[in-house]
T-cell receptor
Framework: DAMVIQNPRYQVTQFGKPVTLSCSQTLNHNVMYWYQQKSSQAPKLLFH???????NEADTPDNFQSRRPNTSFCFLDIRSPGLGDAAMYLCATSRNWDRGGAKNIQYFGAGTRLSVL | AQSVTQLDSHVSVSEGTPVLLRCNYS??????LFWYVQHPNKGLQLLLK??????LVKGINGFEAEFKKSETSFHLTKPSAHMSDAAEYFC??????????????FGAGTRLFVKA
């Protein structure tokens, strides 16, 4: 029944070694988001795709990139992970409006916890 | 401009007693408001949403929230806490922005502790 699936759940990488996190969705939503969440903090939006249009947040480091090859999949690439990039990474999707009129309900995956050694 | 303030970073209740998690917001237009819950090492789960229909909104697991425009509040309540309610709760506001599209703002979160 999982609608937003993130793989893997736990990822360990080495300092400076590129890593890719993946997200897939079965909801056919237009929008896919990547958030970074550090311990005891709210999720911080890194970027989102509206269909194929990529929207980067102004303060997202260049070290973070994303790809969306089709509607269902979205990837987060960290080119040279640093110790400060250790965090939970959350993928979410939305359709902008739901039938009840809510704006931009986001549906989240379970997250990938990234450790950097 | 939009903003969300969760007034308590931590709330501690005893099992079986009421829960109140407070949220105030500001928005230029007519926002949608949400509460999400996050259990340890899990993603965020939608508890409930407000969309400008009924001001008292019922969600999953016995939670409800009341939208009070005059107070710009959207507090989350539950009559009787259960141990499984211990988690982090996020109040979220989403609205249109002048340049088009949506802006979604997360509150800082409230950690709920439930004592046996």
């Amino acid at each position: 029944d999982a609608m937003v699936i993130q793989n893997p759940r736990y990822q360990v990488t080495q300092f400076g070694k590129p890593v890719t996190l993946s997200c897939s969705q079965t909801l056919n939503h237009n929008v896919m988001y990547w958030y970074q969440q550090k311990s005891s903090q709210a999720p911080k939006l890194l970027f989102h795709y509206y269909d194929k249009d990529f929207n980067n947040e102004a303060d997202t480091p260049d070290n973070f990139q994303s790809r969306r090859p089709n509607t269902s999949f979205c990837f987060l690439d960290i080119r040279s992970p640093g110790l400060g990039d250790a965090a939970m990474y959350l993928c979410a999707t939305s359709r902008n409006w739901d039938r009840g009129g809510a704006k931009n309900i986001q549906y989240f995956g379970a997250g990938t916890r990234l450790s950097v050694l | 401009a939009q903003s969300v303030t969760q007034l308590d970073s931590h709330v501690s209740v005893s099992e079986g007693t009421p829960v109140l998690l407070r949220c105030n917001y500001s928005s230029s237009y007519s926002p949608s408001l949400f509460w999400y819950v996050q259990h340890p090492n899990k993603g965020l789960q939608l508890l409930l949403k407000y969309t400008s229909a009924a001001t008292l909104v019922k969600g999953i697991n016995g939670f409800e929230a009341e939208f009070k425009k005059s107070e710009t509040s959207f507090h989350l309540t539950k009559p009787s806490a259960h141990m499984s309610d211990a988690a982090e709760y996020f109040c979220v506001v989403s609205d249109l922005v002048d340049t088009g599209g949506f802006k979604t703002i997360f509150g800082a979160g409230t950690r709920l502790f439930v004592k046996a």
